[in-house]
């Protein structure tokens, strides 16, 4: 194997809360610790103290096809010896679909919206060159190889594109479990400090894009459960205006908190119940892994490639889809007996264990070292 090997990772934009970039940053230090080196390519929108661990190369274009179009006129004279994309360009040697795959969650939407809603989403430019970019990359194999969080993710990849499957690696999320834990001293201290009372069953919803992850469905199926105990906390970015729950009007006081985009987030996760889920598509929750991890139980969709590592009823459960309101609701009332939330609090833990940051980030050096060396 070849020795000091030059990688080059590639993200387009930047968010403080992102979860793209702080894997990046967490997989970039595992390269160096194995000793190899690392270039980051982005654009102005990366700042300079969060990328201390290699020379940044900024491209111009702000466009998804403008970046695209301006990494591959650089790429030739890239000092590198494999090129990592967490984006879709044109060509990369390996490219982690950790968006998933557009075209399945196009598809998925369009089950979700009215005709009028589609007829504009399919005059919108940016999806088409998303769309463009996608096939490129996989109808066309100008990626090497692909890693995905997910068997759902490699089978859309396989049955749309016709991508090869043997050139489909799956290597699935991974958080720092030394992050998130369960911790009965600081749930009471959240729980204060988010002014819950002791006997409040409390949802968390977290994650931004709240169309796609489910939030209106959230909302929905706890107003079913009708227990004026439930609160459900939203953390993440979004319009909070277009949820506002005047169909919760038997609640005395508001049941549906905002609390924005949340630095810490395991302060939230100790103080909370239930964490819910309900995504039309995703293709491996993050926020999902991390509430596991703090040992509690997950409502999802079997839309989201994090259901494939849990078993429904014993670590949370696992709805067929996001409009399932009547599954979702039998799912919040299940776990809302605590009883059953601390019976499956030890088995959350360690299913979570086999999860840690660590392990991803050492599977992708392993796939990784092997294209560039080849």
Known sequence: MKEGLRLALVRRGYSPTGGAEAYLKRLARGVIEAGHEVQLIATNEWPEDQWPLGPITRLRAESVIGFA???????????????????????????????????????????????????????????????HLEESLLASRKAGR?????????????????????????????????????????????????????????????????????????IQAMALCKNRKMR??????????????????????????????VADISHVYAATDIFILPTIYDPFSNACLEALACGLPV??????????????????????HAGNLVGLRDAIRFWSDPSRRAAARSANIERASQFDISRNVEQTLEILTHVASR
């Open 299 to 320: 409502v999802t969709t079997g839309s989201n490639g994090f259901s494939e590592i849990i078993e429904d009823a014993v670590h949370g459960s696992i709805v067929n």
């Open 69 to 131: 179009d301006e990494l591959e006129q650089i790429r030739p004279r890239l000092d590198c010896d494999g090129l990592l994309s967490l984006e879709r360009v044109w060509s990369c040697d390996v490219y982690r679909a950790g968006d998933g795959v557009h075209r399945a969650w196009l598809a998925r939407r369009r089950k979700f919206e009215l005709p009028l809603k589609q007829f504009a989403r399919a005059l919108n430019r940016k999806h088409r060159d998303l769309l």
């Open 232 to 261: 459900l906390l939203v953390a993440g970015r979004g319009n909070k205006m277009l949820y506002k729950t005047k169909r919760l009007r038997f609640w005395r006081e508001e049941p549906v908190q905002f609390l924005g985009e």
């Open 146 to 218: 692909a890693i995905v969080a997910s068997q759902m993710v490699k089978n859309e990849i396989v049955d749309l594109y016709g991508y090869p499957a043997d050139r489909i690696d799956i290597v699935h999320n991974g958080v720092p479990l030394d992050k998130f834990r369960f911790d009965s001293e600081l749930r009471e201290k959240s729980r204060k400090d988010l002014k819950l009372k002791p006997d409040q069953i409390v949802l968390l919803f977290a994650g931004s894009g709240w169309e796609r992850k489910g939030l209106l469905f959230a």
